[in-house]
Structure formats: structure tokens, C-alpha cells
């Protein structure tokens, strides 16, 4: 066994501190009874029964649950056919121009997307609401979506698509039978991300809302500005729990499926000994 | 009791399954394949063979309709099979990688052909069955592909094709990710497999001990064009350039001047040294350029000059390549040339007769070797 260091040790306590530390205090400020943030007034969970209360809280999760679904299927379905487009069309005209500008909004400063897409709204008369911040999280999601699939399909054995099409498939079918299900899990992880984002953005969304549409970020931002109340600690507290729920699923499953690919080459090497 | 030889190419009555009509592709500038035209017959087991980037690949695709031609017209069938889409044309093909679908069992995999037919469920059923029966896979149908060896792996792709009973089945250097021996085994395989189905068979190889071994013919390719079509034994034995004596095993080529003398030709090749005697095939001229090829094995080594050979020799040896069961050596010749005979070991290695830096003679008869104009 390694001998314990000092150094190892002190820098090992101040990453980690400095990294959870904050999220630490919130958590338990959650279950303060006080109301006031910073007074420790005893242990007590009714500011989450208080959020479970909160119409306006509840009204804005919504939103942003709506919103996330619907833009990341969008975004998936439009990003992996921009995917596809750019890596198996072969050379043509302006092909780099085109993969340059897919790329391009990744690294685009949020507030001028926002602020363009306001414009484009208010241009083209569009009323401001759950649609349009669908719209605009879509526009942005996607380009995330098409890096993940075609990182994915650069690496996809093209034959095996011949071989579909050489065993009776319409293209069509050779998609959705061959391609998709084995680029399922590169689709998969690109709608996560999709789904991450837009529960994640304040900036496009506060551009692109309406009055009639809030957002779960934009709530949470907007009370700030008005005080920390207990509340947004539990809520917050919700929402690290989640977070780190569906971490630890996700690398559970990769562990797992690991595994099992392990356990089946050993037993094909078994075989082929045999 | 004569035997009826499969030989429908000699046959002028017999019709071709497919026709290369002065096909052309071209990629860009660059030209893959070049004003080809061959002729396949049903049941051939014909093996397209040569360097890689001589086009074979691309001849092979243009059948399996992943290329179209730039010129020039192929039939399957007498049917011009251009505007034919891959997935309606009744070929079928063998990945080099396989191309088994990783997310499906074997099962599904052979049977994946079959569906798209929208075959009866009991129809399809007998007939993956069937096919793994073939391969010997019915162990393995519930297994997913990467749960399998490479050879199994090999015999799921050859299953996979042969499902649908294609009239022409392509095969894309279909052993090379196997080891020598299996590969071997396999070939045997292949041909007891293509015997039993009566399926055309079409082989890209570089392989060339592989060509030799499964094919009925041989079609040796450089640079988009074919330079011979022939038997294993005619392309060996008979071939018609420097190119393919060299291309096909261990070769033997002396350059020099011809000299017709009644029915057999004199080579002026080096100064100093005896005229080499050949059998020409075609009509050789006085003074033209002639290469001379003789195989390893047919240049017999001996210690003093035999008696009666028509080519008879002196040299030097200079390197014994021992290969177990038979040893090359290099002799070298007072000129510098240095000629390779090969002898079967047929006694054991310390019974030897000869080693390095030995006088030996080197001869053979007059139609031993072939001449060749280019």
C-alpha cells in the first residue's frame, strides 16, 4: 500500500471542499426552520412541503419539463439527420462551410443567440411563450446533438449499411434496421445532453420567454434577485438529488453492459480454444 | 472411363451469367477500371487476383451495385444491370469486415435477407436452418456476433450471403482476417460449400496460393486491366507476360536476344555465356527481345554437367533458402545473374549434398521454360 502523504492529503481536502463546500451549505440551509437564510434556527422539512404549495414553482417545473422534452426530441431528430448529411454525402460543394456552421453556434456567446432569435421573433411577429423558447433551445441543442452522432458515426463500419442494402433493404429501411439501433446509444446520449441544456439554460430562455411562459431557472433566478428564501434551497436540494441519481444510474449501466461485453469475449475465446 | 471436365468457357455455345462490356470507371482523374471485358459462367468459382488499387475491389462493387460504370455496359443474365439498385439485384456479397450486424443474433443476422422478402415465418425458419447447418453454426444461432470467434464470425457472413440463394455470390477477400492455418481450412470449405450450392462465385484476393487453390479461374488484374484469364494450372504453367509469370509464385526471367533455329529459339543473353534454348509459342522474329521464364523447380542442380541437357549452366552457390520440405538455392553465375533452383528435400537435412560456396550445374530441357514476348 501507498504511504500516507501529507501533500496528498491537504490537496485532496481543498479540491474537494472547494468544489462541494457551497452545495453542502445549501443542503443543509434546506432543512433550517429558520427563515431567515443564514440563522441556524434547528432541523425542520416544511420548506419543502411549503414548495410542494407554491403554485408558481410548480407552474414553471412544468414549463421546463415541457419545454426540455420537446426540444431535445426535436433537436435529436434534426441533429442526427445533420449528422448524417455531413458524413455521408461525400464531397460536395461547400461541404466544409456547412459542418463549419453546425459547429458554430457551439461557441457562440448565448446572449447574442438569444438575442438574435428575440429579434427573428419579434420580426417575423411570433408571440413569445413556451414555443418559442422550444424553438430556440432546438436551434442550440442541436448542434450538441450532431457533434455526439457524428463522433459516433465516424467510427460506424459503413459496410454494414452496404450490407443491408445488398440483402433487400430500401435505404430507408437499412437506416432504421442497421444504422439507428447501433448508433442508439451515441442518439441516446445526445438527447440527454439535449435535455440537460435546456433544463440548464437562463440566458436564451429569459430572451426568448414570454410573460405567459417561466422558466424553472428563470424562477429560480428571478426570487433571488428578491432575497434567497428557504425554498430555493429545497428545491435546489431536489434538484442535486436528482442530478446525482441519474449519475450514478448512468455509470451503473455502462459499468454493467462493460461487464457483460467482458464476460462474452471471454467466453468466445473459449470457444475458439475449444 | 474419361471424365467431363467443367470448362464452359471453351465452350462457344455456352452462354455467359455475366458480361463486362469495355467497362470504364473512373474515380476523378484517377482510372480504376479500364476498357474491361470478361465473360463468368454460371458455377465458376473465378477469383479476380492482383496488387492492391489494380481495381478489383471496384470490379467486384460495381457487380454488388455499390459503383456504377463510367463506360461500357455489365449483364447478369443478358440484362444490363446498371440501373438496377442493389437491394432488388439477386447478388449477394461477402464483406471483407463481415458486416454483421453487431445488434442482432446470428439468427437474425442470416435471416435478415429472408424478411425483407416477406417470406412466410416457417419458410424462413428452414431455411436459416439450413444455412447453419452448412456453416455447422447451429450451436451458436442465440449468440450475438462479438460472442463468437473469427472464424465463426466468417462462416456467419458466408451464411448470411448464401440465405437469399443469390445467382452470383461475391466474395471480398473473404479469409483475409483469418490465421494460415485456418485460412486453408476454410478454403477447402468454401469450395465444398460453392460444390454443394451450385453458386457462382466470385473471389477478390491478393492472395495468390488462395486464388490458385479454390478458383476455377483466374483472372490476374494490374492497373484496371486484366492481363490473363486462365485455369490455376494455364496460369502457372502457361502465362502469357512477365507480368503474371512474376506475379503468380517464384519466377526465373532471362532477357536477351532471339535467334529462331528451326522450331526452337536461341537467346543471346549475356556475353560470355552458353545461348539459352526455349520452345516458342508464337512466331519469334531474329533479333527481337525475348524474355525467358523458368520456374525454380523445373532448373534441376547438380554437381557435375549432365550429360544431355539442352541448357546447361555453371555457378556458384550463394544462398540456401531451407523451407523444410523443399530448399532454394541461389546460384550465382560467373556474370553476377544469380538463378534460383528448387529441390524437394527428400532425404534428410545432414545427407545434403550440396552447401554454400559449391560448384554446381545448372540445367534443364528446352521446354522446360516459356517464352515470352513482353
Known amino acids: 500500500m501507498r504511504r500516507f502523504s501529507w501533500f496528498n492529503a491537504t490537496s485532496l481536502t481543498f479540491g474537494f471542499a472547494f468544489l462541494y463546500l457551497p452545495m453542502i451549505i445549501l443542503v443543509i440551509y434546506s432543512f433550517n426552520a429558520s427563515k431567515l437564510v443564514t440563522v441556524w434556527a434547528g432541523f425542520s422539512t416544511k420548506w419543502y412541503g411549503e414548495l410542494f404549495q407554491n403554485e408558481a414553482f410548480l407552474d414553471a417545473v412544468w414549463v421546463t419539463l415541457k419545454v426540455a422534452i420537446i426540444s431535445s426530441t426535436l433537436a435529436t431528430v434534426l441533429g442526427t439527420m445533420a449528422a448524417l448529411v455531413l458524413l455521408r454525402s461525400g464531397r460536395f460543394f461547400g461541404r466544409t462551410l456547412f459542418s463549419g456552421m453546425i459547429y458554430a453556434p457551439l461557441v457562440m456567446p448565448e446572449v ?4 438574435s432569435l428575440l429579434l427573428l421573433f ?38 454494414l449499411e452496404e450490407a ?6 430500401s435505404p430507408f429501411q437499412a437506416f432504421y434496421l442497421v444504422t439507428l439501433p447501433i448508433i442508439a446509444p451515441a442518439v441516446i446520449s445526445g438527447w440527454l445532453l439535449a435535455f440537460t441544456l ?10 426568448t420567454a414570454g410573460p405567459s411562459a417561466t422558466t424553472l431557472p428563470m424562477k429560480i433566478w428571478s426570487s433571488v434577485r428578491l432575497g434567497v428564501s428557504p425554498e430555493i434551497n429545497a428545491l435546489s436540494t431536489l434538484m442535486i438529488g436528482v442530478v446525482t441519481l441519474g449519475v450514478i444510474c448512468a455509470s451503473l449501466i455502462s459499468k454493467r453492459s462493460a461487464m457483460k461485453r467482458d464476460q462474452d469475449e471471454r467466453t468466445a475465446e473459449r470457444a475458439e480454444a475449444a | 472411363m474419361t471424365q467431363s471436365v467443367f470448362a464452359p468457357w471453351n465452350d462457344p455455345g455456352a452462354k455467359p451469367l455475366i458480361q463486362f462490356k469495355n467497362v470504364t470507371k473512373r474515380f476523378g482523374e484517377f482510372v480504376a477500371i479500364d476498357d474491361l471485358t470478361i465473360d463468368i459462367f454460371e458455377q465458376e468459382f473465378y477469383a479476380l487476383l492482383g496488387p492492391s488499387g489494380c481495381g478489383k475491389t471496384t470490379l467486384m462493387r460495381m457487380l454488388a451495385g455499390f459503383e456504377t460504370p463510367t463506360e461500357g455496359t455489365i449483364l447478369l443474365d443478358g440484362q444490363n444491370i446498371a440501373p438496377v439498385p442493389p437491394n432488388k439485384r439477386a447478388v449477394n456479397m461477402m464483406f471483407q469486415s463481415y458486416a454483421l450486424f453487431p445488434h442482432l443474433s446470428i439468427w437474425d443476422n442470416i435471416a435478415f435477407g429472408l424478411k425483407r422478402e416477406g417470406l412466410a415465418k416457417d419458410v424462413i ?25 473469427g472464424g465463426q464470425r466468417q462462416r456467419v457472413a458466408l451464411a448470411r450471403s448464401l440465405a437469399k440463394a443469390p445467382k452470383l455470390l461475391l466474395l471480398d477477400e473473404p479469409l483475409g482476417a483469418l490465421d494460415k492455418k485456418l485460412r486453408q481450412e476454410t478454403q477447402f470449405e468454401l469450395m465444398d460449400i460453392q ?15 488462395e486464388a490458385m487453390t479454390v478458383a476455377s479461374r ?20 502457361q502465362p502469357n507476360s512477365v507480368y503474371v509469370a512474376d506475379f503468380i509464385g517464384d519466377v526465373n526471367i532471362i532477357e536477351g536476344k532471339a535467334e529462331p533455329q528451326g522450331g526452337k529459339v536461341s537467346i543471346a543473353w549475356a556475353e560470355g555465356q552458353p545461348n539459352v534454348t526455349g520452345t516458342p509459342s508464337s512466331e519469334i522474329t531474329k533479333g527481337q ?10 532448373v534441376t542442380i547438380s554437381a557435375t554437367k549432365p550429360e544431355d541437357a539442352t541448357n546447361a549452366i555453371q555457378g556458384k552457390i550463394l544462398d540456401i533458402a531451407y523451407l523444410g520440405n523443399v530448399s532454394t538455392y541461389h546460384v550465382e553465375l560467373p556474370n553476377g545473374v544469380v538463378i534460383k533452383s528448387q529441390t524437394a528435400n527428400n532425404r534428410r537435412l545432414s545427407r545434403r549434398s550440396f552447401t554454400w560456396e559449391d560448384d554446381v550445374w545448372l540445367s534443364w530441357t528446352d521446354t522446360a521454360g516459356i517464352l515470352l514476348e513482353r
Open chain 2, 195 to 209: 460444390e454443394k450450392t451450385g453458386t457462382t462465385f466470385v473471389i477478390v484476393t491478393h492472395d495468390q496460393e
Open chain 1, 112 to 115: 447574442i443567440t438569444g438575442l
Open chain 2, 289 to 298: 527481345t525475348v524474355h525467358f521464364a523458368i520456374r525454380p523447380e523445373k
Open chain 1, 198 to 207: 435546456s433544463l440548464d439554460d437562463l440566458v436564451i430562455a429569459s430572451f
Open chain 2, 218 to 237: 483466374v483472372a490476374v488484374m494490374d492497373h484496371g486491366k486484366i492481363i490473363q484469364v486462365a485455369t490455376p494450372a494455364d496460369i502457372y504453367e
Open chain 1, 122 to 159: 419579434i420580426g417575423i411577429g411570433l408571440d413569445r411563450g413556451v414555443l418559442t423558447i422550444v424553438l430556440a433551445h432546438t436551434t442550440f441543442a442541436m448542434c450538441y446533438v450532431s457533434v455526439v452522432v457524428s463522433s459516433r458515426l465516424t467510427t460506424f463500419d459503413q459496410s
Open chain 1, 164 to 169: 443491408a442494402l445488398d440483402l433487400g433493404c
Open chain 2, 125 to 149: 425458419g428452414d431455411r436459416v436452418q439450413e444455412m447453419l447447418r452448412l456453416t455447422r453454426l447451429e450451436k451458436f444461432a442465440r449468440r450475438k456476433p462479438h460472442q463468437i470467434s
